[in-house]
């Protein structure tokens, strides 16, 4: 005769498991997901390459289990090899969900759940890359590949879609408004870390670009526009923060860089100090070519209560409204984002005001780090109640 199992042994703890290709992206972004995650009661694990960053995600009390999937590498076979490894990992872990970031982690990580028998998914695209931001024919196929992929042999009926802008959801054919697509304010900002500071006096007008040193962000519009303005006599101040990503084809050679570093124009490299930065700065400035989820700088620069100077492009578009947060200009368009400093250079109220606008954006607008917590912790609710 079998007795029956004590009712007052506590419920099996669930497990949920995050799949990065890199573990500074995770560090740098997600922390504060792993946190709610845990909090939830969740059992959790990192699934990601591991370099530098290990700690700072065990800090969190969230497990790391090594993967190796170069980012750069576009072998099928490779990624195939990578997806077979994530699979026996997730048996192992009997994860109950698996939560995919960015979309290298996505096609991997969905594979390999469909491959564990794992349907409840998480796909959280971060930004389409290049696949986004190429206009040609070939763009337009990528995308189709992709969104055949991702709603077809990639998809369950308890996949959920997590978006950081509603282009992004378009893109794959996805209604923004679907049950099954969710649309959060990127990572979030802290905002007790990014608070207003007076702005320093002018002129000149200081203006920051805080990003990796890659050419997709358009560093080097940002570069002619400043020469462009100051060769019209605005006093204009522009200063490079980041470092080019070694895995990213896309990443600007660090001798370009310290070419550039002349005629108002400085690169410091990376800095720990992003809040600091904004302190010193009137100006972010991000004239990206497109790709972008929600740039974490335009979100760390609103909230300190500085205007925004960006392209106008999926992710910027999202949170900088064109004369209310900041200024939105075309892609490729150094006279046009010239004219726009010229401008500011010109109007220290207009400046200010925008600034005092971003901040109130980021505070009531789903931005900060507590509201797409929330959001992502009532995905993983649903999924486990399902």
């Known amino acids: 005769m079998t007795s029956a199992a004590p009712e007052n042994l ?30 939830m009661g969740l059992s959790v694990t990192v699934v990601t390459r591991v370099r530098a960053h290990r700690a700072a995600i065990e800090a969190t009390g969230a497990r790391v289990v090594p993967l190796e999937a170069e980012r750069s ?25 698996v ?30 890359g290049l696949v986004g931001a190429r206009k040609d024919r070939l763009g337009s196929a990528a995308r189709l590949a992709l969104r ?22 378009r893109a794959l054919g996805l209604d923004p408004l679907d049950q099954a697509v969710t649309v959060v304010g990127g990572a979030g900002v802290d905002l007790a870390a990014y608070q207003p500071q007076p702005l320093p006096p002018t002129p000149p007008l200081r203006v920051a670009l805080v990003a990796r040193m890659l050419w997709s962000k358009g ?37 370009t860089l310290r070419d550039w570093s002349r005629d108002g124009v400085a690169w410091h490299g990376p ?15 991000l004239p990206s070519r497109g790709g972008e989820g929600l740039p974490r700088t335009l979100l760390e620069a609103a909230a300190c209560g500085r205007a925004l100077v960006a392209s106008d492009v999926p992710g910027c578009r999202s949170l900088v409204r064109d004369g209310v947060e900041g200024l939105l200009v075309p892609t490729d368009d150094a006279p046009a984002l010239a004219q726009a400093l010229v401008r500011l250079s010109r109007d220290p109220a207009l400046v200010a005001s925008l600034g005092a606008a971003a901040r109130a954006r980021i505070e009531s607008g789903g931005f900060t780090e507590a509201a ?14 399902g």
């Open 10 to 39: 506590p419920a099996p703890m669930r497990n949920l498991a995050f799949v990065v290709t890199e573990d500074w992206f995770f560090a740098s972004h997600f922390l504060p997901m792993a946190r709610a995650a845990i909090a």
């Open 219 to 255: 560093i080097d519009v940002a570069v002619e526009a400043v020469r462009l303005a100051r060769a019209q006599g605005a006093p204009v101040e522009l200063n490079l923060y980041g470092a080019p990503d070694p895995s990213n084809r896309r990443a600007i050679a660090e001798a």
């Open 73 to 97: 590498s576009l072998s099928p076979m490779a990624a195939g090899y990578a997806a077979g490894q994530l699979a026996g990992i997730l048996k192992a872990l009997r994860a109950d969900i």
């Open 372 to 385: 797409v917590t929330e959001a992502v912790c009532a995905l993983w609710r649903d999924l486990l109640e």
């Open 99 to 128: 939560h995919c970031i960015a979309l290298r982690g996505i096609l991997i990580g969905g594979t390999a759940a469909a491959m564990a028998g794992i349907p409840a998914r998480v796909y959280a695209l971060t930004g389409l």
């Open 271 to 285: 800095t720990a100090d992003v809040a600091g930065v904004w302190a010193s700065h009137h100006v972010a400035c």
């Open 148 to 169: 055949t992929l991702i709603r077809g042999p990639l998809a369950s009926s308890r996949t959920r879609f997590l978006f950081e802008n509603p282009d992004d959801a």
